[in-house]
């Protein structure tokens, strides 16, 4: 499988999996339910970027699933292999949906317009025709994502905290190198795309300008809380 | 601008706005669900078809413990010392992401840095207590990678705090602990009973049956399950902050 765009590919550590686990959870595999994943129907490729610094960037794969037909929520992992790392999550709701969010949420949402029109965004495999038919509407709505894994930075396991990511909202933004290297993986042209999806819109209400971090940033701290002493749960018998 | 720990404002995307649990949101169409159709068939969607193993157990709030949910955990592995799991609050088709947990050995989890371990949790006593369970897996079946699960440790994110009523994703990330022997880790009776109901098991009995599971000499090593020893949780915040550009932004 080729390699991310994102630079340095450092390995997950661990020994290869044994034949027994293999064996076992070829089992299991055939035996359990896996219901919500079975949701899953679509394969979006795009870029995030982290919050606090635009220059970061990461080739993300999401996998989406429709909750209805305003809301999805996808699995982002960092490419479209067999191996391919659970990287984070991101939830796209339609416009209606995002502006019934309290005020001081809004700013954690991006927009996808940009990315959608620009041709950035794009379902490999399958034909321009086809995926504009969707696309369109994914270019009207707002999502929110969050990664566990700092690929890009070279981290070989899902260290520290989670980060809030945004997507490109402007020209000039998307690194030059991975805009090439995600272009000559997948055999796709972000430009011809921008002309053939020059007629889709955006929000209809334009973008909210609460949305994309309030043209601000974010990042994520974390704080130490009091845990109550253990309570007695009156006469319901604990179990441990 | 948002924490793990805060309740969201009474809003529609709240519990206390328009009623039902459901996400807002018209069913989805049937054109969308063609188009789905229709790209499904022609992208291979790897990645999902590497969850072999789904697990239905129970996590805590690490800002709030009495605050617990069950879990559909829907794992994948990537090798013998690490697996990562998509995590659902149910095991049907309309099931919420609720977020991402990490399992690695405790070879891996020896080399975390201190501050790292902090924020995972370990799982020997979930396993040994018939709370972590695979539905429709016979117990002997799943008897010898319960052994090695017992020694493994978990980093879990919520993304979406459904317990509360949240009826989107708001806020920010909450991370979670897992169910332990110490009173204040304890999983509600009624939640496991709900669960063991549907499921047609008994927790009880399963706990019975991995009497001879070994529990780690060493059950909380290095710094996991910190709130146990020190009683202190932990709240993630979303902050404003510089975002270094080399673009305008929005």
Same mark, same amino acid.
């Given at each position: 499988?080729?390699?991310?765009?994102?630079?340095?590919?450092?390995?997950?550590?661990?020994?290869?999996?044994?034949?027994?686990?293999?064996? &076992?959870?070829?089992?299991?595999?055939?035996?359990?339910?896996?219901?919500?994943?079975?949701?899953?129907?679509?394969?979006?490729?795009?870029?995030?970027?982290?919050?606090?610094?635009?220059?970061?960037?990461?080739?993300?794969?999401?996998?989406?699933?429709?909750?209805?037909?305003?809301?999805?929520?996808?699995?982002?992992?960092?490419?479209?292999?067999?191996?391919?790392? &659970?990287?984070?999550?991101?939830?796209?709701?339609?416009?209606?949906?995002?502006? $019934?969010?309290?005020?001081?949420?809004?700013?954690?949402?991006?927009?996808?317009?940009?990315?959608?029109?620009?041709?950035? &965004?794009?379902?490999?495999?399958?034909?321009?025709?086809?995926?504009?038919?969707? &696309?369109?509407?994914?270019?009207?709505?707002?999502?929110? $994502?969050?990664?566990?894994?700092?690929?890009?930075?070279?981290?070989?396991?899902?260290?520290?905290?989670?980060?809030?990511?945004?997507?490109?909202?402007?020209?000039?933004?998307?690194?030059?190198?991975?805009?090439?290297?995600?272009?000559?993986?997948?055999?796709?042209?972000?430009?011809?795309?921008?002309?053939?999806?020059?007629?889709?819109?955006?929000?209809?209400?334009?973008?909210?300008?609460?949305?994309?971090?309030?043209?601000?940033?974010?990042?994520?701290?974390?704080?130490?809380?009091?845990?109550?002493?253990?309570?007695?749960?009156?006469?319901?018998?604990?179990?441990? | @601008?948002?924490?793990?720990?805060?309740?969201?404002?009474?809003?529609?995307?709240?519990?206390?706005?328009?009623?039902?649990?459901?996400?807002?949101?018209?069913?989805?169409?049937?054109?969308?669900?063609?188009?789905?159709?229709?790209?499904?068939? @022609?992208?291979?969607?790897?990645?999902?078809?590497?969850?072999?193993?789904?697990?239905?157990?129970?996590?805590?709030?690490?800002?709030?413990?009495?605050?617990?949910?069950?879990?559909?955990?829907?794992?994948?592995? /990537?090798?013998?010392?690490?697996?990562?799991?998509?995590?659902?609050?149910?095991?049907?088709?309309?099931?919420?992401?609720?977020?991402?947990?990490?399992?690695?050995?405790?070879?891996?989890?020896?080399?975390?840095?201190?501050?790292?371990?902090?924020?995972?949790?370990?799982?020997?006593?979930?396993?040994?207590?018939?709370?972590?369970?695979?539905?429709?897996?016979?117990?002997?079946?799943?008897?010898?990678?319960?052994?090695?699960?017992?020694?493994?440790?978990?980093?879990?994110?919520?993304?979406?705090?459904?317990?509360?009523?949240?009826?989107?994703?708001?806020?920010?990330?909450?991370?979670?602990?897992?169910?332990?022997?110490?009173?204040?880790?304890?999983?509600?009776?009624?939640?496991?009973?709900?669960?063991?109901?549907?499921?047609?098991?008994?927790?009880?009995? /399963?706990?019975?049956?991995?009497?001879?599971?070994?529990?780690?000499?060493?059950?909380?090593?290095?710094?996991?399950?910190?709130?146990?020893?020190?009683?202190?949780?932990?709240?993630?915040?979303?902050?404003?902050?510089? @975002?270094?550009?080399?673009?305008?932004?929005?």
């Amino acid at each position: 499988m080729a390699s991310s765009c994102h630079n340095v590919e450092v390995p997950v550590p661990g020994k290869p999996t044994e034949t027994g686990t293999a064996l &076992l959870e070829t089992a299991t595999g055939t035996i359990q339910g896996f219901a919500p994943l079975g949701q899953i129907h679509q394969h979006l490729c795009a870029f995030h970027f982290y919050a606090d610094d635009m220059g970061r960037q990461v080739e993300a794969h999401h996998f989406c699933a429709h909750l209805n037909e305003d809301v999805r929520q996808c699995l982002v992992f960092d490419g479209p292999g067999a191996d391919a790392r &659970l990287i984070g999550v991101e939830y796209i709701v339609s416009e209606k949906v995002f502006l $019934t969010l309290p005020d001081a949420e809004k700013p954690l949402w991006h927009t996808h317009e940009f990315e959608v029109k620009g041709g950035v &965004l794009f379902m490999p495999g399958v034909p321009g025709a086809v995926e504009r038919r969707d &696309l369109e509407k994914v270019c009207k709505t707002y999502g929110k $994502t969050i990664h566990f894994w700092q690929v890009d930075r070279g981290d070989a396991l899902p260290l520290g905290l989670p980060q809030i990511m945004m997507a490109l909202t402007r020209e000039g933004q998307l690194r030059q190198d991975m805009a090439d290297c995600v272009e000559e993986k997948f055999g796709v042209s972000f430009q011809k795309e921008r002309e053939n999806r020059a007629y889709m819109s955006g929000p209809e209400h334009g973008i909210h300008p609460l949305a994309n971090a309030a043209g601000k940033g974010l990042k994520t701290q974390i704080r130490e809380v009091d845990i109550p002493a253990s309570t007695t749960a009156g006469a319901e018998r604990v179990f441990t | @601008m948002a924490s793990s720990d805060e309740k969201p404002l009474p809003t529609p995307a709240s519990a206390a706005g328009a009623g039902g649990a459901a996400s807002p949101g018209q069913p989805t169409t049937v054109a969308s669900k063609v188009l789905d159709m229709g790209a499904a068939v @022609m992208q291979s969607l790897r990645p999902v078809k590497q969850a072999k193993q789904h697990v239905c157990t129970f996590a805590l709030y690490a800002h709030d413990p009495k605050r617990q949910v069950e879990t559909h955990h829907y794992v994948s592995r /990537l090798n013998q010392d690490f697996l990562q799991g998509a995590v659902y609050d149910s095991d049907a088709a309309d099931a919420r992401l609720i977020g991402v947990e990490y399992i690695v050995s405790r070879k891996i989890f020896d080399s975390l840095p201190a501050e790292e371990q902090r924020l995972w949790h370990s799982h020997a006593h979930e396993i040994k207590s018939g709370l972590w369970t695979s539905p429709r897996v016979p117990g002997l079946l799943e008897k010898p990678e319960l052994d090695h699960l017992a020694t493994t440790f978990g980093k879990f994110w919520c993304t979406w705090q459904v317990d509360r009523g949240d009826r989107l994703p708001l806020g920010a990330p909450a991370l979670m602990v897992s169910p332990q022997a110490d009173p204040a880790a304890a999983v509600r009776p009624a939640l496991v009973r709900k669960r063991d109901d549907r499921y047609g098991f008994s927790t009880e009995e /399963l706990r019975a049956a991995r009497a001879d599971v070994e529990v780690p000499a060493e059950e909380h090593p290095g710094q996991a399950d910190y709130w146990l020893r020190h009683r202190k949780g932990f709240a993630v915040d979303v902050v404003p902050h510089d @975002m270094k550009r080399h673009a305008p932004f929005p």
